[in-house]
């Protein structure tokens, strides 16, 4: 009897979703980019500032019993989603560019008490130009429902794609980065 109730709770738990990830989860971002721009930026890793101070920089929360850590900080894994795009986009990503993209996540969570899940992501971007001022400056705001059961991870990967293809598909941008920031310096 005791292995069948181990063996249904181990079920019940790998069904629960985004809430049974424990031990730090590997999220493979796929870009989904078809903006098309042109340039040249360093991306810096963002900054993550939850509101609650118990969070861990590799924590997203969620309302259901249990957390979900990445192998890396919120702000490393925005940062390397961000760069996949821009580089899938056409923009060249050296050190030596004179435009400096970076920024901070306000906001990540999973409501996850209902039937279906809510994914919630703020970013702020700030684009800075080589005498530091600043180019562009805005936070993006994303929300979106998506099945509890089976496909957390990969809605977490589209959380953050969604985001970023908001901020880097938004005219505003394009108007503040393409002049300012040339492929060749």
């Known amino acids: 009897m005791k292995g069948i109730r181990t063996a249904l709770t181990g079920a019940a738990m790998l069904m629960a979703g985004p809430t049974v990830a424990a031990a730090p989860v590997t999220i493979l971002y796929h870009p989904r980019s078809v903006v098309e721009l042109r340039g040249h930026v360093n991306v810096d890793d963002f900054a993550y500032t939850p509101a609650d101070p118990k969070i861990k920089p590799n924590q997203i929360p969620n309302t259901a019993i249990g957390n979900i850590y990445l192998s890396m900080s919120v702000g490393s894994f925005i940062a390397d989603g961000l760069r996949q795009e821009l580089r899938t986009s056409g923009v060249s990503l050296q050190a030596e560019a004179r435009c400096h993209l970076t920024g901070t996540v306000k906001a990540v969570k999973i409501d996850d008490l209902g039937f279906d899940a809510d994914f919630l992501l703020t970013a702020h971007y700030t684009l800075s130009g080589s005498g530091g001022n600043i180019l562009y400056e805005a936070d993006e705001d994303t929300a979106f429902k998506a099945a509890k059961f089976g496909g957390a991870i990969e809605s977490i ?17 394009a108007k503040a980065f393409e002049p300012n920031c040339p492929k060749e310096g």
């Open 157 to 173: 990967s589209l959380l953050f794609a969604k985001n970023i293809n908001a901020m880097i598909g938004s005219e505003a941008f």
